[in-house]
Structures are given as C-alpha cells and as structure tokens.
C-alpha cells in the first residue's frame, strides 16, 4: 500500500486504535491495565470501554500492530500485549497527519441549550452538579501539572505535562462560567 493511501486510511481508523498504540508504546500492558490508563491518565479528554478495548487489540494483533504474550501470574492467565515496529510505524504516520476531528461534548450543555423547557431551578442545579465535578478533578490536573513539571528531564513527562496543563487551564474557565451562569440566570424569572 502506498504512503499515501496508508494516510487516508489511518486518518479514518477509530482512535480507539491510536490509544492502544499510544499506550504501548510506552510500556507492554494487559487489556485491563490499558483501560485502567485511559482511565486516569487520559479521563480528562478521552474515554474507552472493555467493549472497544478488547475488539480492537483483536484487529491491531491480526494487522501485526502488536503482539500477545499469554503467561500465568499469581495463578491466573494473563495476556501481555506489546506494539511491535509495524505499529510503531502505524502510529507515527497518525500522528504526524492533521487533526481531523476535536470535539467536545457535555451532556450538563445539552441539558442548559435547552433549559428554557424546565427552567431556572433546575438548570441552576446541572450547574451546581457541573461545578462540583469540576471543583472535585481539578486537584488531581494540579497534581499533575505539579509533579510532571518536575520530571522534565524526561521528553515524555513534557508532553504528558501539556496535556495536564490544557486540563488545568480548561477546568479553571469552566469554573469561571459557573459563576458567570449563576449570573445570568438571577435575572430569569424562576418557572
């Protein structure tokens, strides 16, 4: 296959794949190990489940994007699983083409676009559930920010920490709406 045509088609893989590929090319995981990842390194802007996780190492070992290992641990089966150079490959040529696609999707926004239909009382409190969440992650970006800024020696821990940084920034506006919100709505009659 061609460069090029390699390009379009990575560009219109699920990302499920580049996350995969992504976190092995760090380190070898487990499947539950990979979910446990995305869970709390990469929850603040991207999300997977067991159900996209597993389907997908499927199809990436059968392309020969990685490889499995199965090995017993503690008495239990376990599968390992590594990227192998085709997949570094693989992965590289999605990063270096062009976004296609950010998006940024709160059911808490859905729900105010369309506040109107059950009023201020209620909109008041998606927003108030809003703030509390956020007021609850933002420690853990701070955390983050705070930790990785002194592991810069590192090339990865910068990029990790660009990341955090955007997170921080983002959660600390979106507090600022919540506020501002709380505003505009005192003028709304209560319905």
């Given at each position: 296959m061609a460069l090029e045509e390699r390009r379009v088609t990575v560009a219109n893989e699920k990302k499920i794949d580049q996350v995969i590929l992504g976190l092995l090319s760090h380190e070898s995981l487990t499947g539950y190990e990979m979910k446990k990842r995305i869970d709390t390194m990469l929850k603040y802007f991207w999300s997977a489940s067991y159900g996209s996780i597993y389907p997908a190492l499927n199809i990436l070992e059968k392309e020969g994007l990685v490889s499995k290992c199965e090995t017993k641990e503690n008495g239990r089966d376990k599968i390992i699983y590594t990227i192998t150079d085709e997949g570094k490959i693989h992965l590289k040529e999605w990063l270096e083409l062009p976004v296609v696609k950010d998006e940024l999707?709160?059911?808490?926004?859905?729900?105010?676009?369309?506040?109107?239909?059950?009023?201020?009382?209620?909109?008041?409190?998606?927003?108030?559930?809003?703030?509390?969440?956020?007021?609850?992650?933002?420690?853990?970006?701070?955390?983050?920010?705070?930790?990785?800024?002194?592991?810069?020696?590192?090339?990865?821990?910068?990029?990790?920490?660009?990341?955090?940084?955007?997170?921080?920034?983002?959660?600390?506006?979106?507090?600022?709406?919540?506020?501002?919100?709380?505003?505009?709505l005192d003028g709304v009659e209560n319905e």
């Open positions: 999707r709160y059911e808490t926004m859905l729900k105010l676009f369309f506040g109107c239909e059950v009023g201020k009382n209620i909109t008041l409190t998606h927003i108030q559930n809003f703030e509390d969440k956020i007021k609850s992650e933002l420690p853990y970006l701070q955390g983050a920010v705070n930790t990785l800024s002194h592991l810069q020696e590192e090339d990865t821990h910068k990029y990790y920490m660009l990341t955090a940084m955007f997170g921080e920034k983002v959660y600390k506006a979106y507090l600022e709406w919540c506020e501002e919100a709380r505003k505009v």
